[in-house]
């Protein structure tokens, strides 16, 4: 991209990622996404047990396989629990921010009467900070000021029980950073892929649409609840082919053999994960890991396969494939990230290149598929 | 307010103090350390000599080295070490942060390795030590960075976001000591209208956040018989000995003390009677007893014979962080006594004790 369409790329995505939220206060993506998608979907439904959205766009050849493009939409953020007599207010954590990496963000409580702004500090506990300034931090030494006194005032103001608190003030919530090659701000997972997917599909439109029939099952609380809005989906849409879109871990701060992936390498496809935990993992199957790759040196863009967490618990997406009628023998799933340098902490960095590649490699995938292809199977 | 200045790079601030400094005073210099230096003639040529200082430098970084993969370690501008007045390293981790280079400002983000899924939750609680941090300015190797026009030296400070006023409330970057200088000047105009019979200074010193030297200049030069600190103040917690709290009025600092060897004790006549002006005027104020502070009052109160000096706290949430919290009326009540105090220094402090 040159500056030019990477400022308007910025433009366009942050109105994705100013939208609310965590789990359980997804809607403004919701909608976000059904306006992005209803003048050139054939089929938009709303779920009624879990606030999912399936948008359907009819492919060109009925013989076909169909594919569904999946990701999860609510953030990390947190939630008002109440004030205290001070005037601070205390919060849970909605998902799993490190940390290590609140204390003095800027936060906004989002309340029914408007937004409210906000920091992150240490919750008062007697003569702070001298003693236990060799502590690191943790959730539990975390309250929200916004600037009141005392519990009145904070009623006041508006603040209740239960408001959703994101990172970052309004307008804010993403920058661009150095000369414009990156963008950073927190929420880029699981915006990135909502952005991304959309994207994809504009441009499938726009072309004239491809062979497949395309799903786009754009999930609620999958970011942190593992498998509760997806029984939904499955029950709904059995399609040919999955393809699972993810915010991929970069850390140049860690060992590479920990975090083999990195910042310009382009779109991850992660062939493996979690096969060595107690829960299971997955192993993508060989054929789709070979169509993946085949597609990635068609657009000549640079790609990273990884083998992830390996003792680490099955993440959602794993289970795509082995809940029943999907395993390994049911429904091939491809699975491709976005790389998204320190995943899960508060400020993440999304490389934009990394962004355009991945993108490429959807959409050139998505006009890949046709009747007849060689999926592998048995 | 929304302007940068970490300690030694004060310019920017500098002009706008003096701008607004210019308009009620009848002289006003720039010294050669940065120093605003205003000036207004009293009433009475015998009378004595004061001097309000309000810093202008905030807390930021310094960019120590860039490796090969375009990320860079930092240093801390801010004297104080780990504990004491330097700044908590804790605040760094996920900053969005400007850095200051010869082609103008570029935007980055303070890191720290470390995946959550990764971490046992030992490793999760573990303390990240500022030296084990990096600059990410979204790139991936040094000569992006260089092409930026950022290397070794350049200054950094806190993004920040602006400053979020609401009602009475404000939220932001450089609370620490921008509302001071707004306390400073307003006194300034309020003495303007008033009249007042001693010499004033006001000064918009630098540099006070490593080592207070801006105002150590400053009051060599000027001599002062009496000089007023205004500066944020940070609010302590539930020790019901002292409280200093948001919303209750600017405090009257009584000492100020930073261990194991430092502490600096306000004139007790001045303190005195900034508190009983305080009563007379209706003017709501806290006692303080700063505990791990050291204002610019350390440096001014030793210059050649002495000067007897005092500060006005503007209790400030969260001080020496990149968002600070704190209250307009405060800082209102914060000029009020300044001015007020100011009117009743028309003669030194020709007594210490008690008699």
Same mark, same amino acid.
């Given at each position: 991209?040159?500056?030019?369409?990477?400022e308007?790329?910025?433009r366009?995505f942050?109105?994705?990622?100013?939208?609310l939220g965590?789990?359980?206060?997804?809607?403004?993506v919701v909608?976000y996404i059904?306006?992005e998608?209803?003048?050139?979907?054939d089929?938009?439904i709303?779920?009624p047990?879990?606030g999912?959205l399936y948008a359907?766009?009819?492919g060109?050849?009925?013989?076909?396989p169909?594919?569904?493009?999946?990701?999860h939409?609510?953030?990390?953020g947190?939630?008002v629990?109440?004030?205290?007599d001070?005037?601070?207010?205390?919060f849970?954590?909605?998902g799993d921010?490190?940390?290590?990496?609140l204390?003095?963000?800027?936060?906004t409580?989002h309340?029914?009467r408007?937004?409210?702004?906000?920091?992150?500090t240490f919750?008062p506990?007697g003569?702070r900070s001298?003693?236990d300034?060799g502590k690191g931090v943790?959730?539990e030494d975390?309250c929200?000021?916004?600037g009141?006194s005392?519990?009145e005032?904070?009623t006041?103001?508006?603040?209740?029980?239960?408001d959703?608190v994101?990172?970052y003030?309004?307008k804010?919530r993403l920058?661009t950073?150095g000369?414009g090659?990156s963008?950073?701000?927190q929420g880029?997972?699981?915006r990135?892929?909502?952005?991304?997917?959309?994207k994809?599909?504009q441009?499938i439109k726009?072309?004239?649409?491809?062979?497949s029939?395309?799903w786009?099952?754009?999930e609620t609380?999958?970011?942190?609840?593992y498998l509760?809005?997806?029984?939904?989906?499955?029950d709904r849409i059995r399609?040919d082919i999955?393809?699972?879109?993810?915010?991929?871990f970069?850390q140049?701060l860690?060992d590479v053999h920990?975090v083999?992936?990195?910042?310009g390498?382009?779109?991850?496809?992660?062939t493996?994960?979690?096969?060595?935990s107690?829960t299971?993992?997955f192993?993508?199957?060989r054929?789709i890991?070979?169509l993946?790759e085949?597609t990635?040196?068609?657009?000549?863009?640079?790609y990273q396969v990884?083998?992830?967490?390996?003792?680490?618990?099955?993440?959602?997406?794993n289970?795509?494939?082995?809940?029943?009628?999907w395993g390994?023998e049911?429904?091939?799933t491809a699975h491709?990230?976005?790389?998204?340098?320190y995943?899960?902490?508060?400020?993440e960095?999304?490389?934009i290149?990394?962004y355009?590649?991945?993108?490429k490699?959807i959409v050139?995938?998505?006009?890949k598929?046709h009747a007849g292809i060689?999926?592998?199977?048995k | 307010?929304?302007?940068h200045a970490?300690s030694?790079?004060e310019?920017?601030?500098?002009?706008?103090v003096?701008?607004?400094?210019?308009?009620?005073?009848?002289e006003?210099i720039?010294?050669?350390?940065g120093?605003?230096i205003?000036?207004?003639?009293g009433?009475s040529?015998?009378?004595s000599?004061?001097?309000?200082d309000?810093?202008?430098?905030e807390?930021g970084l310094?960019v120590n080295?860039?490796d090969?993969?375009?990320m860079?370690?930092f240093v801390?501008?801010?004297?104080g070490?780990?504990e004491?007045?330097?700044?908590?390293d804790r605040i760094l981790?996920?900053?969005r942060?400007?850095i200051?280079?010869a082609?103008?400002?570029?935007?980055?983000?303070?890191?720290?390795?470390?995946?959550p899924?990764?971490a046992?939750p030992?490793?999760?609680?573990?303390?990240h030590r500022?030296?084990e941090?990096r600059?990410?300015?979204?790139v991936?190797?040094?000569?992006?960075?260089t092409?930026?026009?950022i290397? &070794? *030296?350049d200054?950094? !400070?806190f %993004?920040?976001g =602006?400053?979020?006023?609401?009602?009475d409330?404000v939220? @932001?970057r450089? #609370?620490?000591?921008?509302i001071?200088c707004l306390v400073?000047?307003?006194a300034?105009?309020?003495?303007?209208? &008033? *009249?007042?019979?001693? !010499?004033? %200074?006001?000064? =918009?010193?630098?540099q006070s956040?490593i080592?207070?030297? @801006?105002?150590? #200049?400053?009051?060599?030069r000027?001599k002062?018989d009496?000089a007023?600190?205004?500066?944020?103040?940070?609010?302590?917690?539930t020790?019901?000995?002292h409280?200093?709290r948001i919303n209750?009025?600017?405090?009257?600092r009584?000492?100020e003390?930073?261990a194991?060897s430092f502490?600096?004790v306000?004139?007790?006549?001045?303190?005195?009677?900034?508190?009983?002006?305080?009563t007379?005027e209706?003017?709501?104020?806290?006692s303080?007893y700063?505990?791990?502070l050291?204002t610019d009052?350390a440096?001014?109160?030793p210059v050649?014979?002495?000067?007897?000096?005092?500060?006005?706290?503007?209790?400030?949430?969260?001080?020496?962080t990149?968002?600070?919290v704190?209250?307009?009326?405060?800082?209102?009540?914060?000029?009020?006594l300044?001015?007020a105090?100011?009117?009743?220094?028309?003669?030194?402090?020709?007594?210490?004790?008690?008699s």
């Amino acid at each position: 991209m040159d500056p030019t369409e990477r400022e308007e790329f910025t433009r366009e995505f942050s109105q994705c990622v100013e939208c609310l939220g965590p789990r359980g206060y997804e809607s403004e993506v919701v909608n976000y996404i059904k306006n992005e998608l209803k003048r050139i979907a054939d089929e938009i439904i709303i779920e009624p047990n879990f606030g999912n959205l399936y948008a359907k766009m009819n492919g060109n050849d009925p013989n076909a396989p169909s594919v569904m493009l999946v990701t999860h939409i609510d953030i990390n953020g947190f939630e008002v629990i109440n004030a205290t007599d001070d005037g601070l207010v205390e919060f849970r954590a909605l998902g799993d921010v490190d940390p290590g990496t609140l204390l003095s963000k800027p936060v906004t409580i989002h309340t029914k009467r408007g937004t409210t702004p906000g920091v992150l500090t240490f919750r008062p506990t007697g003569l702070r900070s001298v003693q236990d300034v060799g502590k690191g931090v943790t959730y539990e030494d975390l309250c929200i000021d916004i600037g009141a006194s005392s519990r009145e005032e904070v009623t006041d103001i508006g603040v209740q029980p239960g408001d959703p608190v994101t990172l970052y003030w309004p307008k804010q919530r993403l920058i661009t950073i150095g000369d414009g090659k990156s963008v950073s701000g927190q929420g880029i997972d699981s915006r990135m892929q909502v952005f991304g997917i959309v994207k994809a599909m504009q441009i499938i439109k726009k072309e004239g649409g491809v062979d497949s029939t395309i799903w786009f099952s754009a999930e609620t609380q999958g970011e942190t609840l593992y498998l509760s809005s997806h029984y939904a989906t499955l029950d709904r849409i059995r399609p040919d082919i999955a393809l699972v879109c993810e915010a991929g871990f970069v850390q140049p701060l860690m060992d590479v053999h920990l975090v083999t992936t990195r910042t310009g390498g382009g779109p991850i496809f992660r062939t493996a994960m979690g096969i060595m935990s107690d829960t299971g993992g997955f192993i993508m199957r060989r054929r789709i890991l070979d169509l993946m790759e085949e597609t990635a040196r068609e657009c000549k863009v640079p790609y990273q396969v990884s083998v992830w967490g390996a003792d680490q618990p099955g993440e959602m997406f794993n289970w795509v494939c082995v809940t029943p009628g999907w395993g390994p023998e049911g429904i091939p799933t491809a699975h491709i990230r976005f790389p998204l340098r320190y995943k899960h902490h508060a400020s993440e960095v999304q490389y934009i290149e990394d962004y355009e590649n991945a993108l490429k490699v959807i959409v050139a995938f998505l006009r890949k598929i046709h009747a007849g292809i060689d999926l592998g199977s048995k | 307010m929304e302007q940068h200045a970490p300690s030694g790079f004060e310019r920017d601030v500098g002009k706008v103090v003096a701008r607004e400094l210019e308009k009620c005073a009848d002289e006003t210099i720039i010294d050669g350390i940065g120093n605003i230096i205003a000036k207004r003639s009293g009433a009475s040529e015998k009378a004595s000599v004061v001097m309000i200082d309000a810093h202008m430098d905030e807390i930021g970084l310094m960019v120590n080295y860039v490796d090969s993969e375009g990320m860079m370690s930092f240093v801390k501008i801010s004297r104080g070490g780990f504990e004491g007045q330097s700044f908590d390293d804790r605040i760094l981790p996920s900053q969005r942060v400007t850095i200051h280079g010869a082609k103008g400002s570029v935007h980055g983000i303070v890191t720290i390795p470390g995946i959550p899924h990764l971490a046992t939750p030992e490793e999760l609680a573990r303390l990240h030590r500022s030296a084990e941090m990096r600059i990410d300015v979204g790139v991936t190797s040094r000569e992006e960075v260089t092409h930026m026009g950022i290397r &070794t *030296g350049d200054p950094v !400070t806190f %993004y920040g976001g =602006g400053i979020q006023i609401k009602d009475d409330i404000v939220i @932001g970057r450089a #609370v620490h000591n921008r509302i001071g200088c707004l306390v400073m000047i307003e006194a300034m105009r309020r003495l303007k209208k &008033t *009249g007042h019979e001693a !010499t004033v %200074y006001a000064v =918009g010193s630098t540099q006070s956040l490593i080592g207070s030297h @801006g105002a150590r #200049v400053a009051a060599t030069r000027i001599k002062p018989d009496s000089a007023l600190v205004v500066d944020a103040t940070a609010t302590s917690a539930t020790d019901p000995g002292h409280v200093v709290r948001i919303n209750c009025g600017p405090t009257i600092r009584r000492a100020e003390t930073r261990a194991p060897s430092f502490e600096f004790v306000a004139h007790p006549k001045m303190r005195n009677m900034l508190e009983s002006v305080a009563t007379e005027e209706g003017i709501p104020y806290q006692s303080e007893y700063a505990e791990n502070l050291l204002t610019d009052m350390a440096a001014i109160t030793p210059v050649g014979r002495g000067v007897a000096c005092c500060v006005i706290g503007i209790p400030t949430r969260n001080i020496h962080t990149p968002i600070e919290v704190c209250r307009l009326a405060d800082a209102e009540n914060a000029a009020k006594l300044v001015t007020a105090g100011i009117a009743k220094m028309s003669a030194r402090f020709e007594q210490y004790w008690e008699s």
